[in-house]
């Protein structure tokens, strides 16, 4: 079964962490410096938190499937829905290592797909040739629809296809 995906930018982790963890009535299934992520079953989300140096609020919203097939299901949805597909393999981001589809709804929110194929040791690669400033592990999709704030890559490709 999918999972439904939110991640938030915030200020202040630790006390992000004690409102989620109260609101949640769970302690976070990852946790770390920058970082913090409940696998929550009621309701079936993953609710991601990160203080990486973006604008606190919503970073992006997706679905993480459980298999490869289940990915490119959702591809195929996401192409019918219209939005321009962002393939992400073999991705480290998040402290996870995962296959990924980025795309943007009409309004401009970023989603994520992803197929989740174990865990990493830092919060992204840390390419230079992927990211200016390493704070985010979400594509730039500028690059292939405008965009109001200037958003830069860590993880993803920095040319659409698909």
């Known amino acids: 079964m999918n999972r439904f995906h939110v991640h938030l930018n ?3 982790l630790d006390a992000s962490i004690r409102f989620y963890s109260e609101l949640f ?6 946790l770390k410096p920058d970082y913090a992520k409940w696998m ?7 609710f991601a938190i990160s203080n990486t140096g973006r604008a606190p609020g919503i970073d992006h919203l997706g679905f993480q499937v459980e298999s490869n097939d289940d990915l490119a299901a959702i591809g195929e949805r996401l192409n019918r829905a219209g939005g321009t597909v962002v393939p992400e393999e073999a991705a480290i981001c998040c402290y996870a290592k995962s296959d990924k589809l980025w795309t943007e709804d009409p309004q401009g ?4 797909t992803f197929h989740t ?9 840390g390419d230079a040739a992927c990211a200016t400033d390493g704070a985010s592990c979400s594509p730039d999709i500028k690059s292939i629809k405008p965009r109001p704030d200037q958003v830069t890559s860590c993880c993803a490709p920095q040319s659409g296809c698909c």
């Open 109 to 112: 929110t970023r989603w994520e």
């Open 25 to 30: 009535s769970a302690q976070p299934t990852v």
């Open 117 to 125: 194929k174990g865990e990493a040791t830092t919060y992204h690669t």
């Open 40 to 46: 929550l079953e009621d309701p079936r989300v993953n």
């Open 10 to 12: 915030v200020a202040d």
